[in-house]
């Protein structure tokens, strides 16, 4: 060939060698071949796209299971994929033998192999001869690494019994695979059928609750704990007569019977029986043996999960309650989701408590910890909540009781001289059905959430105390507030809000568009806001739960009956008023900042961004000037009256000061002096009203679309 002619193309030069090119891409399930490929096939000499059972057809049907099995073992260890092929015509016989070589690569995106490679047609050697035994030899070992790779990774996933018999009946083994599997175990001196694959319902009844002293191979394994292999019916027939009539009508030719042995115990047996005859070689017995240890490793660890998540069951039933009796006017459900790892037991609670006066009590709480230990202080706090409930305790008594006997129980005694000291979050609320009002005690707990009828989603500070168990003589204030009708009360332990790598800053704002996005009832809320952070349900107490693997979670929502709340129940409400109240006291400037917060949350859809900054600011004068100028406490009502544009924002702060608050001419350097003249200068309307013992001062916007301000300048001048 001269030096200025063109190389030949590739496909030249592979055709000239008698070498085809092919691809192959699983995701689609399409075979590409070129036309020297295609004739090694025994298709027409011409480039062709078939399907992989098309091309399944054109092979020996072991052979087949073997290039599956070589693919997974070349892409783990990055190497080649080399295997050879018996190429067979439309009478079953063996046209030629072909040597595949590629390079495969998987696609974790669409879980899809794809391979680039060449098919070879090889001369077989004589059989008998050393060239033959190496060739065999060595696909064979090829093969089995493959397999028993692939194998040990299914069944070391397989988290159930039943998923590890799924795996187990979908075994595929090189070179001889069985049509029918069954694993037997042991209950007392009597042989079980634990699962089996491969026959009919019924096919094995007869098989099942056997004496294990039975003239039968599984028995005989189970007894002597040595494998038992059997070549053909005769052997069989010779061998275990007894039970021969029974085995004789799956008209099976060999059977293999392998130990399943875990810790040196044999916990029962593995039978893969054959349509057609198996030598057994040393080969296949170290396959076989080799699945049955794996076999009987997966069922060991399933059969420990299963007893956990069974001893989970019970922990969870017996500590957590039932919401028990309906509470009249008003809807409640509740939640529960365990950790994911060991015993899924942890320390998160609720619960609801009937009371003397007729008024209910819905408590929610953490102990430290997600171990059995937590599980079992957070049993004895919770029996301990309900007595001190019972006997008719304020909310902050509860909780000051509760603390003490927390800290009572996990510290040192001369019983025990290794404490194991632990605390526990809690927020205990008394509900008053008829008027929805709540009076809120917290120790070291998130603070409650409000969705109001409208949607809108706020958190509802309340103030609080220690976690229970650190300090036995803590106190813990209360706060009311009424829950009005159409609105619905979230209460949740912190795993709801931090779990996926969220603070308590991220998982909020996640959580509380989980909140404004809901359409439907109560029922399906819960399942929404867990679903939204941990996927899809699968435990259940008064509803469906969700698994998950960072923290437990225990979520209660109760809803006063009402547009928008989505009880199923509606009554006669008062045309739609979006309110909150919060309450700021002397020692508590630090929520001045909170207040700003909470007015900006109910704000949140106000049209003009200036009025939002104007309110922000006038609340934050006025509850400063209370905190100042008296010594009582501030209180803010805060009101969004109407619907769709032009809607009002009334707010009030209430003190229990007699003086009337007075306009003034601050200085130029002056640090006060000024909060009557902003709300004058900001305000639509405003005004000061004696209130009884006390009084308040409120002011007025009209959100751009609404009435206009006409009566602001002749209040301020009654004030002045």
Known sequence: MRTSEPLPS???????????????????????????????????????????????ARFHPVDWNEITGVVRLAVAEG???????????????????????????????????ELIG??????????????ARSAVTGDWRRSREAFLLDAGRALAEARSTAEVLRVAGGLSMPGFSPDGLVVFGVQGDRLTITGQHGHQPGDMNPFSDMPLDTDYPAAEVVRTGRAVYLSSPEEYKERYPVTWPLARVFGRHSWAFLPLTAAGRTMGAWMAAFTYPVAFTPDERAVLTTVARMLAQALSRAGV????????EGLQRSMLPSLGPEIPGMRVTARYIPTGGGLQVGGDWYDLIPLPSGRFALVIGDVQGHDVRAAGLMGQLRIALRAYAAEGHRPDAVLSRASRFLHGITQASGDDPHPDPRFATCLYAEADPPTGRLEIARAGHPHPVIRMADGTVMMRPTVGGLPLGIDPDADYPTTRFTLEPGETLMLCTDGLIETGGHDMESGWRRLRQTLEDHRGDL???????????????????????????????ALLLLCRPGEGCGCGDTVAVRPRVRRTLLSVAQDEPDRIAEARQHLRELLHDW????????????VSEMITNVLVHTDADALLLAEVIGEGAGRRLRVEVFDSGDDLPHRRRPGELASSGRGLMLIELLAD???????????????ELYEPGGPSAGASDEVAEEVA
Do not use: C
């Open 79 to 113: 190497t080649l994929a080399e295997v050879r092929i018996r190429i067979m015509n439309a009478d079953g016989e063996i046209l030629r033998v072909v040597r595949s070589r590629s390079k495969p690569s998987f696609d974790p995106e669409r879980h899809a192999y």
């Open 523 to 553: 029922e399906s809320l819960a399942d929404t806001l867990v679903q939204a952070v941990h996927g899809p349900s699968s435990h259940h107490t008064t509803g469906p739960l969700a698994d998950r693997r960072e923290d437990d979670i």
């Open 118 to 131: 060449t098919l070879q047609e090889v001369t077989e050697p004589t059989p008998g001869t050393a060239a």
């Open 10 to 56: 590739t496909e030249d030069v592979l055709a000239a060698l008698a070498t085809g090119l092919w691809h192959w891409d699983t995701a689609t399930g399409l075979v590409t071949v070129d036309a020297e490929a295609a004739r090694l096939l025994g298709l027409p000499a011409e480039p062709a796209t078939l399907t992989e059972a098309q091309t399944r």
């Open 685 to 699: 309307a405003w005004g000061v009203d004696p209130r009884g013992e006390g009084k308040s001062i409120w002011f």
């Open 607 to 618: 049209a003009s961004a200036d009025q939002l900054d104007s309110a922000v600011l006038l």
């Open 305 to 312: 999960a299963e007893s956990e998540r069974e001893l989970t």
